[in-house]
C-alpha cells in the first residue's frame, strides 16, 4: 500500500480511492500536468505471467481508444517496480454503489442504465467487451445543483484478465461480479456484448430493490440462480413498480444471449417505457 506524499511512476499519491481484487486505485498528482488521475495498480502476481501482461496491456490500449462521454478516460498504462498500472480520469462523486435505492426514483435508476447502456453499447461496436458491469464500475460524477449527476463507466476489460477471481473470492465468498455474471460466463461459453447486457440488467435490479436479482447464502446458489432460476419480479421488494418493468428485466436477463435484446440501448429504452405514465416524456437525456 501506498503513504501520502509517495512517488509512484512519476506520480505523487494523494489518497486511497478504493481497493478491490484487481488492486488498489489512488487519487494522483500527474507527474507533468496540473491535473489529478485516478491511478489504479494492479495485483503484483499479475506482472509475472507473461500473457496476462500482454493482454492487459492490450486491452488498455484499446480502452484508451474509446472516446465517448460516459466512458472513464485512460490516459496512460506501465510497469514499475514490478506492477502493472494504468492511470485514468478522476471522477470526483460516488458511484452507484453507494445510492440509497430507498430513495431513488425508477426513472433516475433507469437513466443511469441509459447511460450506461450507451457507453457500452460504444465500446462493442468498437470491439471491446466490459465483462464486469455492475453498480461499483458506474460512476456518478459531481453536478451543478439541479443538475444530475453524470454518468461515467470504469474498469473497461481490466476484470476479465482474471476470469477465477472474477466470479468468486479467494475465500470463497461471493464477489460483486458474481451477482451479476451473466450464465454464459459462469459456464465458460464465448462471451458477446449480450453478456454485459445481462450484467447492466442485474444492475438495474440492484438499484431497484437494494439486493442482487439471485441472491443466495452461497457462491453455489448464486451460480445455480443465474444458470438455472427465474428472473424475480421486483414488485414485492418495491411495491409500486410498473409489471411491465419485470417483463423487460426477464426478457433482458433470458439464460439464452439470442433470447435477449439487441443491444444495451434497447433494453434502456425497452425500461424507460415501462416505468414512464402514458402521455408523460421519458427522462432527459434518453
Not at 485512460?74 to 430513495?103: H, K, P, T
Not at 473497461?156 to 470463497?172: E, P, Q, V, Y
Request: charged share 20%; net charge negative; proline share 7%.
Amino acid at each position: 500500500m501506498l503513504r501520502t506524499g509517495e512517488t509512484f511512476a512519476g506520480y505523487v499519491i494523494k489518497r486511497v480511492l478504493g481497493q478491490g481484487g484487481m488492486g488498489t486505485v489512488y487519487l494522483a498528482q500527474h507527474p507533468r500536468l496540473p491535473r489529478l488521475t485516478a491511478l489504479k495498480l494492479l495485483e503484483r502476481d499479475l506482472y509475472g505471467d507473461a500473457e496476462m501482461r500482454g493482454r492487459f496491456e492490450r486491452e488498455a490500449d484499446l480502452v484508451a481508444q474509446l472516446d465517448h462521454p460516459n466512458i472513464v478516460t485512460v490516459y496512460d498504462r506501465g510497469a514499475e517496480e514490478d506492477q502493472l498500472w494504468i492511470s485514468m480520469q478522476f471522477v470526483a462523486g460516488s458511484d452507484a454503489a453507494s445510492v440509497d435505492v430507498n430513495v431513488l426514483a425508477p426513472a433516475r435508476a433507469v437513466q443511469i442504465i441509459g447511460e450506461t447502456g450507451a457507453a457500452l453499447d460504444f465500446a462493442h461496436a468498437n470491439g471491446v467487451l466490459h465483462r464486469d458491469v455492475k453498480p461499483a464500475n458506474i460512476l456518478l460524477a459531481k453536478a451543478p445543483i439541479g443538475q444530475p449527476e453524470r454518468v461515467l463507466l470504469t474498469d473497461f476489460g481490466i476484470a476479465g484478465m482474471r476470469d477465477s477471481d472474477t466470479t468468486l473470492g479467494s475465500a470463497g465468498t461471493i464477489t460483486a461480479t458474481l451477482a451479476y455474471a451473466a450464465p454464459e460466463q459462469l459456464s465458460g461459453q464465448s462471451l458477446d456484448h449480450r453478456a454485459d447486457q445481462y450484467s447492466l440488467a442485474c444492475t438495474l435490479f440492484w438499484m431497484l430493490t437494494g439486493t442482487a436479482p439471485f441472491n443466495g447464502t452461497s457462491p453455489a446458489s448464486v451460480m445455480n440462480g443465474h444458470l438455472y432460476g427465474q428472473v424475480p419480479s421486483l414488485r414485492p421488494l418495491r411495491p409500486g413498480i410498473p409489471p411491465a418493468l419485470d417483463t423487460v428485466l426477464a426478457r433482458a436477463m433470458a439464460k439464452r444471449p439470442d433470447d435477449r435484446f439487441a443491444s444495451c440501448t434497447d433494453f434502456a429504452a425497452a425500461a424507460r417505457r415501462a416505468v414512464t405514465p402514458v402521455g408523460q416524456p421519458g427522462p432527459v437525456g434518453m
